[in-house]
T-cell receptor
Framework: AQSVTQLGSHVSVSEGALVLLRCNYSSSVPPYLFWYVQYPNQGLQLLLKYTSAATLVKGINGFEAEFKKSETSFHLTKPSAHMSDAAEYFCAVSYTGRRALTFGSGTRLQVQP | EPEVTQTPSHQVTQMGQEVILRCVPISNHLYFYWYRQILGQKVEFLVSFYNNEISEKSEIFDDQFSVERPDGSNFTLKIRSTKLEDSAMYFC????????????FGDGTRLSIL
């Protein structure tokens, strides 16, 4: 079955430190890949998307993600964490020919002062 | 920026009752979706809808569920006879036509079945 794996259900970083949230997908054909963020009591907000145009994708709020086909990965990074980045982050994939998004289990990012 | 709106934000219903969750997708979007997130679990796809028809559905979307676009703006999810395990956050989303276009989500309706 096609799946999305997010390593680490909780990640804690210090303010100003690098943020790295991991996402791996299972498919021999590169899917469309998305990162969403969910703040408390809010919906899912699109951070960025990969749709085969460029392997390094820049999103909102200083986040970016790199698609690596050889590693079937789409990890999310931000050079310097801000307190306002504390939220839950979801990697999502739509596989070939399908619109349904398959979500990872999410990573809760905590930013320490 | 246009957004997807969902009502109500919280719905409490007795087990066995019918419930209708409402969504207003972004106006120029063509595809509409429902997802659910049971507390502590992954966000799961339920159904997608295009041109007044279901275009894709998951195994979760059984006969107790139905979707409808009753007018030009609303998109609804009906659960016919609710069960305790239907308690979840239900998200509506919409997207443009192309497969690579992202889905835009509403803030969700928290459904609590008593």
């Amino acid at each position: 079955a096609q799946s999305v794996t997010q390593l680490g259900s909780h990640v804690s970083v210090s303010e100003g430190a690098l943020v790295l949230l991991r996402c791996n997908y299972s498919s021999s054909v590169p899917p469309y890949l998305f990162w969403y963020v969910q703040y408390p009591n809010q919906g899912l907000q699109l951070l960025l998307k990969y749709t085969s145009a460029a392997t390094l994708v820049k999103g909102i709020n200083g986040f970016e993600a790199e698609f690596k086909k050889s590693e079937t990965s789409f990890h999310l990074t931000k050079p310097s964490a801000h307190m306002s980045d504390a939220a839950e982050y979801f990697c999502a994939v739509s596989y070939t020919g399908r619109r349904a998004l398959t979500f990872g289990s999410g990573t809760r990012l905590q930013v320490q002062p | 920026e246009p957004e997807v709106t969902q009502t109500p934000s919280h719905q409490v219903t007795q087990m066995g009752q019918e419930v209708i969750l409402r969504c207003v997708p972004i106006s120029n979007h063509l595809y509409f979706y429902w997802y659910r997130q049971i507390l502590g679990q992954k966000v799961e796809f339920l159904v997608s809808f295009y041109n007044n028809e279901i275009s894709e559905k998951s195994e979760i979307f059984d006969d107790q569920f139905s979707v409808e676009r009753p007018d030009g703006s609303n998109f609804t999810l009906k659960i016919r006879s609710t069960k305790l395990e239907d308690s979840a956050m239900y998200f509506c989303a919409s997207s443009l036509g192309q497969l690579n276009q992202p889905q835009h989500f509403g803030d969700g309706t928290r459904l609590s079945i008593l």
